[in-house]
């Protein structure tokens, strides 16, 4: 079945660290997104991408890196320059072609949590 | 910069009633989609209903319609006949159309609890 995954759905860090948050899609989509969830919030969104090798700062990218080296992963690296890292990541991915209906699809997410 | 607005933190609804969340938004562009995404506790983004803004007529999904008044730039989402299963948060969004891969903005969401 087509979708995204996102891995790990629970991921601790100690303070300090830097840690990689994985996304993966088969839908064959060009752009793919990573958005920020804090408790009772609307996302916010960090960095998204609309084509392999390029990407775009969202809102909110301070504290976070990303790469797109193929169409089909977008992983997301919060940095120790992150100041409040504990949230919960949601990754998103969505057609440029025709046809497009302007919907994103999302991934289950992952839960970060900082010690 | 575009922008949506939730102003509805929580309502509630008893089974089988209707409900209706609002949305308005903000923006100078003429061509756009609006959405209405649901997240269960499991917290997966589900899509409730989506609008084109160049088409007059609302939405309808089963259960769940909207009512886009483009001039007010609002875009309410009624929920018929509420079931123990649409208690979850609703989130209203906005995308620009010319632009495909443009980014989704998101208001603040409005968590929606079902009464038995």
């Known amino acids: 079945d087509g979708g995204i995954t996102q891995s790990p759905k629970y991921l601790f860090r100690k303070e300090g660290q830097n840690v990689t948050l994985s996304c993966e899609q088969n839908l064959n989509h060009d752009a793919m997104y990573w958005y920020r969830q804090d408790p009772g919030q609307g996302l916010r969104l960090i960095y998204y991408s609309q084509i392999v090798n390029d990407f775009q700062k969202g809102d909110i990218a301070e504290g976070y890196s990303v790469s797109r080296e193929k169409k089909e992963s977008f992983p997301l690296t919060v940095t120790s320059a992150q100041k409040n890292p504990t949230a919960f990541y949601l990754c998103?991915?969505?057609?440029?072609?025709?046809?497009?209906?302007?919907?994103?699809?999302f991934g289950e997410g992952s839960r970060l949590t900082v010690l | 910069a575009q922008t949506v607005t939730q102003s509805q933190p929580e309502m509630s609804v008893q089974e089988a009633e209707t409900v209706t969340l609002s949305c308005t938004y903000d923006?100078?562009?003429?061509?756009?989609?609006l959405f209405w995404y649901k997240q269960p506790p499991s917290r997966q983004m589900i899509l409730v209903i989506r609008q084109e803004a160049y088409k007059q007529q609302n939405a309808t999904e089963n259960r769940f319609s909207v009512n886009f008044q483009k001039a007010a730039k609002s875009f309410s989402l009624k929920i018929s006949d509420s079931q123990l299963g649409d208690a979850a948060m609703y989130f209203c969004?906005?995308?620009?159309?010319?632009?495909?891969?443009?980014?989704?903005?998101f208001g603040e969401g409005t968590q929606l609890t079902v009464n038995p």
């Open positions: 969004a906005y995308r620009r159309a010319q632009t495909s891969g443009s980014r989704l903005t």
């Open positions: 923006t100078s562009e003429s061509d756009y989609y």
């Open positions: 998103a991915s969505s057609t440029r072609q025709g046809g497009d209906t302007g919907e994103l699809f």
